[in-house]
């Protein structure tokens, strides 16, 4: 059905249509329209599912990992300092081989308390062993909610899917929504390990360094292996619904001089920057890097690029600039914007561009020659 | 690309106008974003909200700095905020007043949106409701056409005073 919504809206749809058996979840801005929406579905009988209201962040992913292992899909979802408190039991989940999916709405961490958009609250959780994917319209919000479900319960992968839409430009933007039938798209959950009472085991026992590594070299093999997995759900996905996605989506980067590479809603708005760069003689193309656990194979050979980064690692630099110039090589123009929802335009993105100076770093608003 | 920028105080309605608009387009077969600005506001206090509508697909999530037509839902707003900043040239303001209002710029259209909400008795928490009579008016105008502003109001609310109200507005909107 063709409708408007949110991108808080978008997430509850999908989970409506993956049909959880147990969502576990405590609210948080701009993330509490999601589980609102699905406790109401819950409710009024849309969705049969167990939702357990938790009294934190750090449980509701705990009754996630006990329903997951227990033979159940699970969701939750999250937003910044909800996220950071889960954080010891998002390990353990990966590391439980959980299938588990998770909305996160990007917002900054305090203080000084903000509830808009960033992405660090994410980058936080990258070496987690989860798979992190960014979305930059309210379709893919939901498009990538049902994928990931997907992608995390393959046999070759087993580990839980983080989506990730920014706090309010995403969140609580209303666009267009096309919901699906999704049939079969979704094949009954299956978890290898579930817990058999008719064959008792244990689960996270003690496990030497005789063996350690070697679970931890299984989550390394699985994610690499995700990236084929993720390529053919996501062809299988456009087979039946008519939308395509990839690792990334490039816009005009054909026989662009200078690649623009942003998350989320920048990576959207960057296409409107191309189009005035274009206009103005320069070839310019945008790189919206969508999946950054499995980090992609990039080809930006022989261009420019121009890294936003709405995140940052202090003592170091901005977190995409530095993932790109170690995949890469390439030396990017590192612009620092967008940090706690900070006001960024596609005028303003354009000029990233235009007062390009590859390998350096600019922190919008801050340096005088941006 | 047609930009609108809504000027309200919290509590008024302001994000559901910008959202019913977005819907009305949305029915006319348009493309069209609602994007409200969430800022540390309270009620009562000045918010504004923004609309996209074209006829592409829209890819900008940045707020409305050049805004082609400016809702003022409450006129005292423009004691305290420029409503009429960034206004385009040639662009169109609608103030719910039942007077003109002196330091408009461009077309400046005026209903009272306020008392037609209160003559359907569309009141809630003591305050009237004043984004679904506002769709009237913006069809009036042009923006969208009638039969999706009700379409819109109908789907978002499931009582008949809203579509008078739209229609009443429709009828009194004086430039």
Redesign the interface.
């Given at each position: 059905m063709l409708t408007?919504a949110t991108g808080n809206r978008a997430v509850a749809e999908a989970v409506k249509a993956a049909k959880p058996g147990v969502i576990a979840a405590y609210p948080i801005t701009?993330q509490t329209e999601i589980v609102e929406q699905i406790a109401d579905y819950v409710t009024t009988g849309d969705l049969d599912s167990r939702y357990i209201p938790v009294e934190s962040e750090h449980s509701a992913m705990a009754a996630c990992i006990g329903a997951s292992v227990g033979g159940v899909r699970t969701f939750t979802a999250t937003s910044s300092h909800g996220l950071l408190y889960m954080h010891e039991m998002i390990h353990w989940a990966a590391g439980g081989r959980l299938p588990i999916v998770m909305a996160n709405v990007n917002r900054a961490l305090g203080p000084g308390w903000n509830?808009?958009a960033e992405h660090t609250d994410a980058f936080s959780q990258r070496d987690t062993g989860w798979l992190q994917v960014y979305v930059g319209t309210v379709q893919e919000a939901y498009d990538a909610t049902l994928m990931a479900f997907r992608i995390a319960e393959d046999e070759r992968v087993l580990l839980p899917v983080m989506v990730n839409l920014?706090g309010?430009?995403?969140s609580?933007?209303?666009?267009?929504l096309e919901t699906e039938e999704i049939g079969d798209f979704l094949p009954p959950y299956h978890l290898p390990h579930a817990i058999d009472t008719e064959n008792p085991r244990g689960y996270g026992p003690m496990t030497g360094p005789d063996n350690y590594y070697r679970f931890r070299w299984d989550i390394e093999r699985s994610m690499r292996d995700a990236r084929d997995v993720i390529a053919e759900v996501e062809s299988e996905f456009a087979d039946r619904f008519g939308r395509s996605y990839g690792p990334t989506e490039e816009y005009r980067c054909e026989d662009a001089d200078v690649v623009v590479i942003a998350l989320g809603?920048?990576g959207?708005?960057a296409?409107?920057a191309v189009d005035r760069l274009r206009d103005e003689g320069i070839r310019a193309g945008s790189m919206r890097l969508r999946w950054f656990r499995p980090f992609p194979d990039l080809d930006l050979s022989g261009r420019e690029v121009v890294v936003i980064d709405r995140d940052y690692s202090f003592g170091f630099g901005g977190v995409v600039a530095h993932s790109i110039r170690a995949k890469t090589g390439i030396e990017p123009y590192s612009v620092i914007a967008g940090l706690g929802g900070q006001?960024?335009?596609?005028n303003d993105i354009a000029d990233f561009v235009r007062g390009r100076r590859p390998g350096e770093e600019t922190w919008f608003g801050v340096n005088d020659h941006v | 690309m047609y930009e609108v920028r809504i000027h309200s105080r919290g509590g008024q309605g302001g994000v559901t106008a910008a959202k019913l608009l977005a819907l009305a387009a949305f029915r006319d077969g348009k493309h069209a974003t609602a994007c409200p600005f969430y800022g540390a506001e309270r009620r009562g206090a000045p918010v504004v909200s923004f609309v996209r509508i074209d006829d592409e697909p829209i890819k900008v999530y940045s707020q409305i700095h050049e805004p082609d037509l400016v809702i003022v839902l409450d006129a005292s707003i423009m004691d305290v905020v420029d409503v009429l900043e960034g206004l385009k040239d040639g662009g169109t303001v609608l103030l719910n007043s039942a007077h003109p209002v002196d330091g408009c710029r461009g077309t400046c259209y005026h209903v009272d949106l306020t008392g037609i909400a209160l003559a359907q008795n569309l009141v809630v928490a003591g305050s009237p409701i004043l984004n679904t009579p506002v769709l009237g008016a913006l069809a009036k105008m042009g923006v969208i056409t009638l039969p999706s502003a009700l379409q819109a109001i109908r789907e978002m609310f499931d009582d008949e005073r809203n579509v008078k109200a739209a229609v009443a507005a429709y009828e009194e909107l004086k430039v």
């Open positions: 408007i701009p509830t808009w920014d309010f430009s995403l609580h933007i209303t666009q267009s809603t920048f959207k708005e296409e409107v006001e960024v335009t596609y | -």
